[in-house]
T-cell receptor, first 116, second 113 residues
Framework: DQQVKQNSPSLSVQEGRISILNCDYT??????FLWYKKYPAEGPTFLIS?????DKNEDGRFTVFLNKSAKHLSLHIVPSQPGDSAVYFC???????????????FGQGTILTVHP | ETGVTQTPRHLVMGMTNKKSLKCEQH?????MYWYKQSAKKPLELMFV???????ENNSVPSRFSPECPNSSHLFLHLHTLQPEDSALYLC????????????FGSGTRLTVV
């Protein structure tokens, strides 16, 4: 039972355009969501997060949107740059109390390719 | 050294070998994790250590044996592995009660022959 799903294995975008990466989840107890970015031969690095009490969080070119009723979140990258080409993982946590270790459940990742 | 360091970066081992993966974090975090990444699959949580105590074993076969001697070091001891255990093994750390961002190491690419 995969609780976090990224249904698009890959996405190809032209430089300067918007990249939209999608993620769906099934566990209604998830209350914190994160996006990680991974380059080849490196570990994933934290990109942006959102709490379930919000529906949008923005950080520079990156914006994450959360639709709780649809159990769906998306990552928007505007404008996309060739250096954004990487694997993007969506992750979710159900330990929002702040007293736990915040175990993360990951999706399978989406390979983003931004063409010059 | 800063962040999370994993050694070795690459490992090829036979099914009868015994080897160990090492992870060290220099961030003062108090929780450490082992994840497995197989091709086209999600990152799979294997083990969680919280203040050096194992708090989760995600139904991992006994041929994988974790060890956490202190909050900064985490090992994964491997013995009699199968070819399907070939994967990228990632270590991560986080701060209990802090934000939920993990810091990952670069991983060990394991090939079982």
């Amino acid at each position: 039972d995969q609780q976090v799903k990224q249904n698009s294995p890959s996405l190809s975008v032209q430089e300067g355009r918007i990249s939209i990466l999608n993620c769906d989840y099934t566990n209604s107890m998830f209350d914190y969501f994160l996006w990680y970015k991974k380059y080849p031969a490196e570990g994933p690095t934290f990109l942006i997060s959102i709490s379930s009490i919000k529906d949008k969080n923005e950080d520079g070119r990156f914006t994450v949107f959360l639709n709780k009723s649809a159990k769906h979140l998306s990552l928007h990258i505007v404008p996309s740059q060739p250096g954004d080409s990487a694997v993007y993982f969506c992750a979710a946590s159900d330990n929002a109390g702040g007293t736990s270790y915040g175990k993360l459940t990951f999706g399978q990742g989406t390979i983003l390719t931004v063409h010059p | 050294e800063t962040g999370v360091t994993q050694t070795p970066r690459h490992l090829v081992m036979g099914m009868t070998n015994k080897k160990s993966l090492k992870c060290e974090q220099h961030l003062g975090h108090n929780a450490m994790y082992w994840y497995k990444q197989s091709a086209k699959k999600p990152l799979e949580l294997m083990f969680v250590y919280n203040f050096k105590e194992q708090t989760e074993n995600n139904s991992v076969p006994s041929r994988f044996s974790p060890e956490c001697p202190n909050s900064s070091h985490l090992f994964l001891h491997l013995h009699t592995l199968q070819p399907e255990d070939s994967a990228l093994y990632l270590c991560a750390s986080s701060q209990v009660g802090g934000t939920y961002g993990y810091t990952f190491g670069s991983g060990t690419r394991l090939t079982v022959v």
